[in-house]
């Protein structure tokens, strides 16, 4: 006995408009493809190689990175969360930002200002300080003995102030590297707030 097709009216609508059916479902996903990948992948499409070596932040002060910049980040700052510390085997907060470098490599200044204090420090080693304004600081930690500057000195943005080493006990199994600080109103904050290489 031949069997008919005793689908209802719906499936009857379905089998007559599949293709037109198709079309708008395939259209309403690449729309929800393209929406999502607007909202989902805003991300700055610049590849880390073309961004230039003085790379500098336009927030709040246009600040340099002190070693150039295509040197690792060897530890990030943080103040609300423990990060593992090689040296002492623990874990805690970091107050600065950790660049490596090969000891020797030039540290400059983040910006112009005057050089406030240069000091042999026990664990932090041979320490810089400039202040750029009067709520505005820099600390350049764990340099080389060869300083360039001295207390009272005006710096230039750029200056050469001294060389990366490995002088600061307190993070002395991260080899040579430079520890900088950015303090702002008596507050360490996040380098990477001021230089865009170190976000
Ligand atoms: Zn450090």
Do not use: C
């Not at 008919?4 to 493809?33: H, P």
């Not at 070596?53 to 040197?71: G, H, Q, R």
């Not at 112009?112 to 505005?136: C, F, K, M, Q, W």
């Amino acid at each position: 006995m031949e069997k008919k097709y005793t689908g209802g009216r719906a499936a009857r609508f379905f089998k007559k408009n599949l293709y037109y059916m198709i079309i708008i479902v395939a259209t309403l996903a690449i729309g929800l493809a393209v929406v999502l990948s607007l909202t989902l992948g805003r991300k700055p499409a610049l590849p880390a190689d073309s961004i230039p070596s003085d790379l500098v932040n336009t927030k709040p002060a246009e600040m340099l990175a002190p070693v150039d910049a295509a040197f690792t980040v060897a530890k990030l700052f943080a103040d609300d969360r423990l990060i593992w510390s090689e040296t002492l085997r623990l874990f805690e907060t970091h107050q600065g930002i950790d660049i490596q470098a090969p000891a020797g490599t030039a540290v400059v200044a983040a910006l112009d200002g005057t050089v406030v204090r240069v000091a042999n420090v026990p664990l932090e080693g041979y320490v810089v300080e400039i202040r750029h304004s009067d709520s505005l600081k820099t600390v350049y930690k764990s340099l080389g003995s060869d300083i360039l500057v001295t207390e009272g000195q005006t710096v230039a943005r750029g200056a050469r102030i001294g060389s990366v080493a490995d002088t600061m006990t307190y993070e002395i199994a991260e080899g040579p590297h430079l520890h900088f600080e950015v303090v702002e109103a008596g507050a360490l904050k996040d380098p990477g707030l001021y230089i865009a290489a170190y976000k």
